[in-house]
């Protein structure tokens, strides 16, 4: 299996159950990854009966973090009362723990998916509003899901704002999008897809927004880079995109890694 990695680099966004269930070794992987020169990582929940089972699968690794959230297609599946009073409730008995690797430290990933249309927009609405809340509750990030739903978005951010900032996920929309995300104080996040040759404006966006507002992530086992396509995706191929953006922005890897540090430690405090 390869790996392309640099002493620092930080994997904002993996699925480490999803990598387990697709038959990946996901904690050999992992302890591989961090070997090589990988520093932190986030595992991203996208429903409640998830977080033990993640925390179980990754108990030991001291530089993941966890995240947890409802999916937009879990409005499908029980109602927004329930599926806020359960997150709620596994945010207060994880977060009682001494153990800071052990807890919940982001809300996500939530959203928006007007792509497949899971319930209703007006369902994803009030679920995503809602776990926006919860997160200004308990002062976490969130990591947003957004796909075709830019507008819709931005208006929900504009009403519900993430008092403690926040990271668009997977970023996959132009720059006049990007400049309205980054006016609301969230950051961007990228995935393997802006190294997609014909992703050129996805570059430019990556070229332009400001250094302090991004942040690299696998989306493990989905979206492979280039170098690396029709290959399962983990976090050990974070490097291929970390050198995609540092080209776009004309500067050197080292640097760029340093500043992608930076960005982590002030939104997520790990320490």
Same mark, same amino acid.
């Given at each position: 299996?390869?790996?392309?990695?640099?002493?620092?680099m930080?994997?904002t966004?993996f699925?480490?159950?999803?990598?387990d269930?697709?038959?990946?070794?996901?904690?050999?992987?992992?302890?591989?990854?961090?070997?090589?020169?990988?520093?932190?990582?986030i595992?991203?929940?996208? %429903?409640? $009966?998830d977080? +033990?089972?993640?925390? /179980? =699968?990754?108990?030991g690794?001291?530089?993941?973090?966890?995240a947890?959230?409802?999916?937009?297609?879990?409005?499908?599946?029980?109602?927004?009362?329930?599926?806020?009073?359960?997150?709620?409730?596994?945010?207060?008995?994880?977060?009682?723990?001494?153990k800071?690797?052990?807890?919940?430290?982001a809300?996500?990933?939530?959203g928006?998916?007007w792509?497949?249309?899971?319930?209703?927009?007006?369902? %994803?609405? $009030?679920l995503? +509003?809602?776990?926006? /809340? =919860?997160a200004?509750?308990y002062?976490?990030?969130?990591?947003?899901?957004?796909?075709?739903?830019?507008?819709?978005?931005?208006?929900?951010?504009k009403k519900?704002p993430?008092?403690?900032?926040?990271?668009?996920?997977?970023?996959?929309?132009?720059?006049?999008?990007?400049?309205?995300f980054?006016?609301?104080?969230?950051?961007i996040?990228?995935?393997?897809?802006?190294?997609?040759?014909?992703?050129?404006?996805?570059?430019?966006?990556?070229?332009?927004?400001?250094l302090?507002?991004?942040?690299?992530?696998?989306?493990?086992?989905?979206?492979s880079?280039?170098?690396?396509?029709?290959?399962?995706?983990?976090?050990?191929?974070?490097?291929?995109t970390?050198?995609t953006?540092?080209?776009?922005?004309?500067?050197?890897?080292?640097?760029?890694?340093?500043?992608?540090?930076?960005?982590f430690?002030?939104?997520?405090?790990?320490?």
């Amino acid at each position: 299996m390869e790996y392309h990695l640099q002493k620092g680099m930080i994997d904002t966004h993996f699925h480490g159950l999803i990598m387990d269930r697709k038959k990946i070794d996901c904690r050999a992987v992992l302890q591989k990854a961090f070997d090589t020169g990988l520093e932190y990582a986030i595992d991203i929940g996208t %429903q409640m $009966e998830d977080i +033990e089972v993640r925390f /179980e =699968l990754l108990a030991g690794f001291n530089n993941i973090l966890f995240a947890a959230g409802n999916y937009p297609s879990e409005v499908e599946k029980d109602s927004i009362q329930n599926l806020i009073l359960e997150l709620e409730k596994n945010i207060t008995a994880k977060n009682s723990l001494s153990k800071k690797n052990r807890r919940i430290s982001a809300i996500g990933e939530i959203g928006l998916d007007w792509h497949w249309n899971y319930g209703t927009k007006r369902l %994803q609405t $009030e679920l995503f +509003e809602a776990q926006i /809340e =919860l997160a200004n509750k308990y002062k976490l990030p969130v990591l947003i899901h957004n796909r075709e739903a830019d507008k819709e978005i931005i208006e929900i951010l504009k009403k519900t704002p993430p008092a403690a900032g926040g990271i668009l996920h997977c970023f996959s929309s132009d720059y006049h999008a990007a400049r309205s995300f980054l006016d609301l104080g969230l950051s961007i996040s990228f995935a393997g897809n802006v190294t997609y040759k014909k992703n050129i404006e996805l570059r430019e966006v990556a070229a332009k927004i400001p250094l302090k507002s991004i942040f690299i992530e696998t989306d493990s086992p989905y979206l492979s880079p280039q170098k690396v396509s029709g290959k399962t995706n983990h976090p050990g191929h974070i490097g291929f995109t970390y050198e995609t953006i540092a080209e776009c922005r004309k500067m050197p890897v080292d640097e760029f890694i340093i500043s992608v540090k930076d960005n982590f430690l002030k939104l997520f405090n790990p320490e």
